[in-house]
């Protein structure tokens, strides 16, 4: 399994932008699909995103397509969650998992491994 580490949460205010990074500690990284998730006080853990093994596809949901870009380096063994136009909605603490699989799941239970997540807090 590969150890995760996300960094770059923070508080901003809404329209503002924010990077977050996750790095992946381990010999395989690039074997691992990898997905962005997010939960709300209250609320299900939710995928905002994720990217193949090699790089070469994204996948986003309705709610965040054209807000949040994913980009991995695999020789930095980090993926990068890139996210503009934020809204109080986007407030919560964002994941980062890996599942090695040659697709990206949507499902969080399908992936293996999960960092300990990072506070993202957007104010009005």
């Known amino acids: 399994q590969v150890q995760l580490v996300e960094s770059g949460g923070g508080l901003v205010q809404a329209g503002d932008s924010l990077r977050l990074s996750c790095a992946a500690y381990?010999?395989?990284?690039?074997?691992?699909?990898m997905g962005w998730f997010r939960q709300a006080p209250g609320k299900e853990r939710e995928f905002v995103g994720g990217?193949?093994?090699?790089?070469?596809?994204?996948y986003y949901p309705g709610s965040v397509k054209g807000r949040f870009t994913i980009s991995r380096d695999n020789a930095k063994n980090t993926v990068y969650l890139q996210m503009n136009s934020l809204e109080p909605e986007d407030t919560a603490v964002y994941y980062c998992?890996?599942?090695?699989?040659?697709?990206?799941?949507?499902?969080?239970?399908?992936?293996?491994?999960w960092g300990q997540g990072t506070q993202v807090t957007v104010s009005s």
């Open positions: 381990g010999r395989t990284f690039s074997s691992y699909a």
């Open positions: 990217v193949t093994r090699s790089g070469g596809s994204t």
């Open positions: 998992a890996a599942v090695r699989r040659d697709y990206v799941p949507s499902t969080s239970s399908l992936y293996e491994s």
